[in-house]
């Protein structure tokens, strides 16, 4: 590891950072568990690892630039996400004719991005109840943002506005007539 890395983890702090690398290690199994991943993929922790560093290098930038203590949770997942779709920590260890085998950090990241925007942190408990009709225009919103992620060049600026634009269009009912 790099002297840049270790001087890196050291400012986070060792506990934190392993602790974050933990939450993500089991939120990458359960949803390889409810998405039925079966034993097609893995996580290899050493990509994982390096998720992680490069996250929080861009973090800790971010920062000292800014000359600013804390960052908005939206811009730390949108760091996160940008990260995991460019390093691909979930790999496909036995081949498979199925296309969400291959596009399975997309999967995860639209995962980890939507369950941060639409859990209420103080309950840990979903946000919105959704009828049929929601859920429909729901899932098209989830299969664009898949598509998204597996063939559009994504940046971390670009993925925070997506959260941000996700979570205002939540305070709107559906039904708005265009003007």
């Not at 992680?52 to 760091?79: P, Q, W």
């Not at 969400?100 to 840990?124: H, Q, T």
């Amino acid at each position: 590891m790099s002297e840049d890395y270790k001087k890196l983890i050291k400012t986070i702090g060792e506990k934190n950072f392993d602790s974050r690398f933990k939450e993500l290690q089991k939120q990458i199994s359960e949803f390889l568990d409810e998405a039925g991943y079966d034993e097609n993929v893995q996580c290899n922790d050493r990509i994982l690892y390096h998720v992680l560093l490069d996250h929080y290098s861009d973090i800790c930038r971010l920062k000292d630039f800014h000359g600013i203590e804390n960052i908005k949770t939206d811009k730390v997942m949108a760091y996160l996400v940008f990260w995991l779709l460019r390093r691909k920590p979930i790999q496909l260890i036995e081949f498979s004719d199925e296309e969400k085998d291959i596009f399975v950090n997309e999967r995860f990241a639209s995962y980890l991005m939507i369950s941060e925007s639409i859990i209420k942190l103080d309950s840990m408990e979903i946000a919105t109840k959704l009828n049929k009709e929601e859920l429909e225009q729901f899932g098209k919103y989830l299969d664009l943002l898949l598509y998204y992620f597996k063939y559009r060049q994504v940046n971390p600026q670009m993925i925070e506005l997506v959260i941000e634009s996700f979570k205002i269009g939540r305070l709107f009912p559906l039904d708005l007539e265009v003007i």
